[in-house]
């Protein structure tokens, strides 16, 4: 079979349905557990083949995301060469569409992206467990955008365990257009949960199930996160206000929130709503996404 000359790949919004938070650890990082899915809100991800590694970022977040070094793509292209021994280059064009430094995952699901789609114009055949840990070194948030399909997150983020398909859930994501880093969040947690919820052993049955046991839980990091940009508190209530919101709460390390709807026009009338009210905030009605890739074609 002919090697592609270029692959695309999407590389959809993680949104932490919840997030507790455990001790720190020796090498600085916190244990924590969560619930990731995502959102079918994605960033675009074209690979070519080329003599070097190159990154252009396009879309409508590209001025806030530097193409340099310390791009997590990158860095993650740069690692998975070294590993499979590529003299080989790609140039790597994304379209970002997800904002930045926002608790979506943006920057690791894109480096999860590149990976793939490296694999893939590669041919380096590599298992989804392998790009996983090779995702690692690039922070603890890329080994779950792999597969991009709901998940129960452990250790620093790093270990996965995939979970049966969820409900049919509606999301609005809502982000004030503050940027928040991770590192400064985690320096300002206080209160923590701590670890122990236990795992759903059975798919929710809907998605009235689904956010009954969320009502149990929490973001351990909203309470930082406001602390850092008061804004997410406003978010907060707005979408709070909004009819027939099932739950609302703050993804990742923020300051992107979320409120989960039972269907699509409930979610799309909300969105009309909350833009009317605040047009300068980045808004968006999205359902849960496929996973990247079908559990049954996992290598
Ligand atoms: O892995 P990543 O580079 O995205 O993490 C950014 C920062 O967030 C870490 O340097 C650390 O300060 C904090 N963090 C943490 N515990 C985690 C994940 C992130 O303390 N589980």
Redesign the pocket.
């Known amino acids: 079979m002919t090697p592609d000359a270029r692959v695309i790949e999407t590389a959809p919004a993680k949104v932490n349905l919840f997030l507790h938070?455990g001790d720190?650890?020796t090498d600085?990082?916190?244990?924590?557990e969560s619930l990731a899915v995502f959102a079918d809100c994605a960033d675009t991800i074209l690979i070519e083949r080329g003599d070097a590694l190159s990154l252009t970022v396009a879309g409508p977040f590209a001025a806030a995301l530097p193409a340099d070094e310390n791009n997590l793509g990158l860095l993650a292209a740069r690692r998975l060469a070294s590993h499979a021994g590529v003299r080989a280059g790609a140039r790597i064009t994304l379209a970002k569409k997800i904002p930045v430094a926002a608790g979506l995952g943006g920057?690791?699901a894109d480096a999860a992206a590149v990976l793939r789609g490296l694999n893939r114009l590669w041919s380096l055949g590599l298992s989804h467990d392998e790009l996983r840990e090779i995702a690692a070194c690039a922070?603890?948030?890329?080994p779950v955008c792999i597969d991009s399909g709901p998940a129960w997150m452990e250790?620093?983020?790093e270990r996965v365990a995939s979970l049966p398909s969820l409900p049919e859930s509606w999301l609005l994501l809502v982000n004030p257009g503050v940027p928040v880093?991770?590192?400064e969040?985690?320096?300002k947690l206080r209160r923590r949960s701590g670890l122990g919820v236990e795992r759903p052993a059975a798919a929710f049955e809907d998605v009235h199930a689904l956010t009954w046991f969320l009502r149990s839980t929490a973001n351990d990091l909203e309470d930082p996160a406001k602390n850092i940009a008061p804004e997410i508190g406003e978010v907060l209530e707005e979408i709070g206000k909004l009819p027939k919101t099932l739950l609302t709460r703050m993804s990742g390390?923020g300051a992107t929130c979320f409120a989960i709807f039972a269907n699509h026009d409930d979610t799309c009338s909300a969105l009309a709503s909350l833009q009317l009210r605040r047009p300068a905030w980045w808004c968006t009605a999205c359902g849960l996404a496929p996973r990247a890739i079908a559990p049954s074609q996992l290598r």
Do not use: E, I, N, P
């Open positions: 938070v720190r650890r600085g990082y916190h244990d924590l920057g690791s922070g603890a948030d890329v250790g620093r983020g880093r991770t590192s969040v985690f320096a390390s």
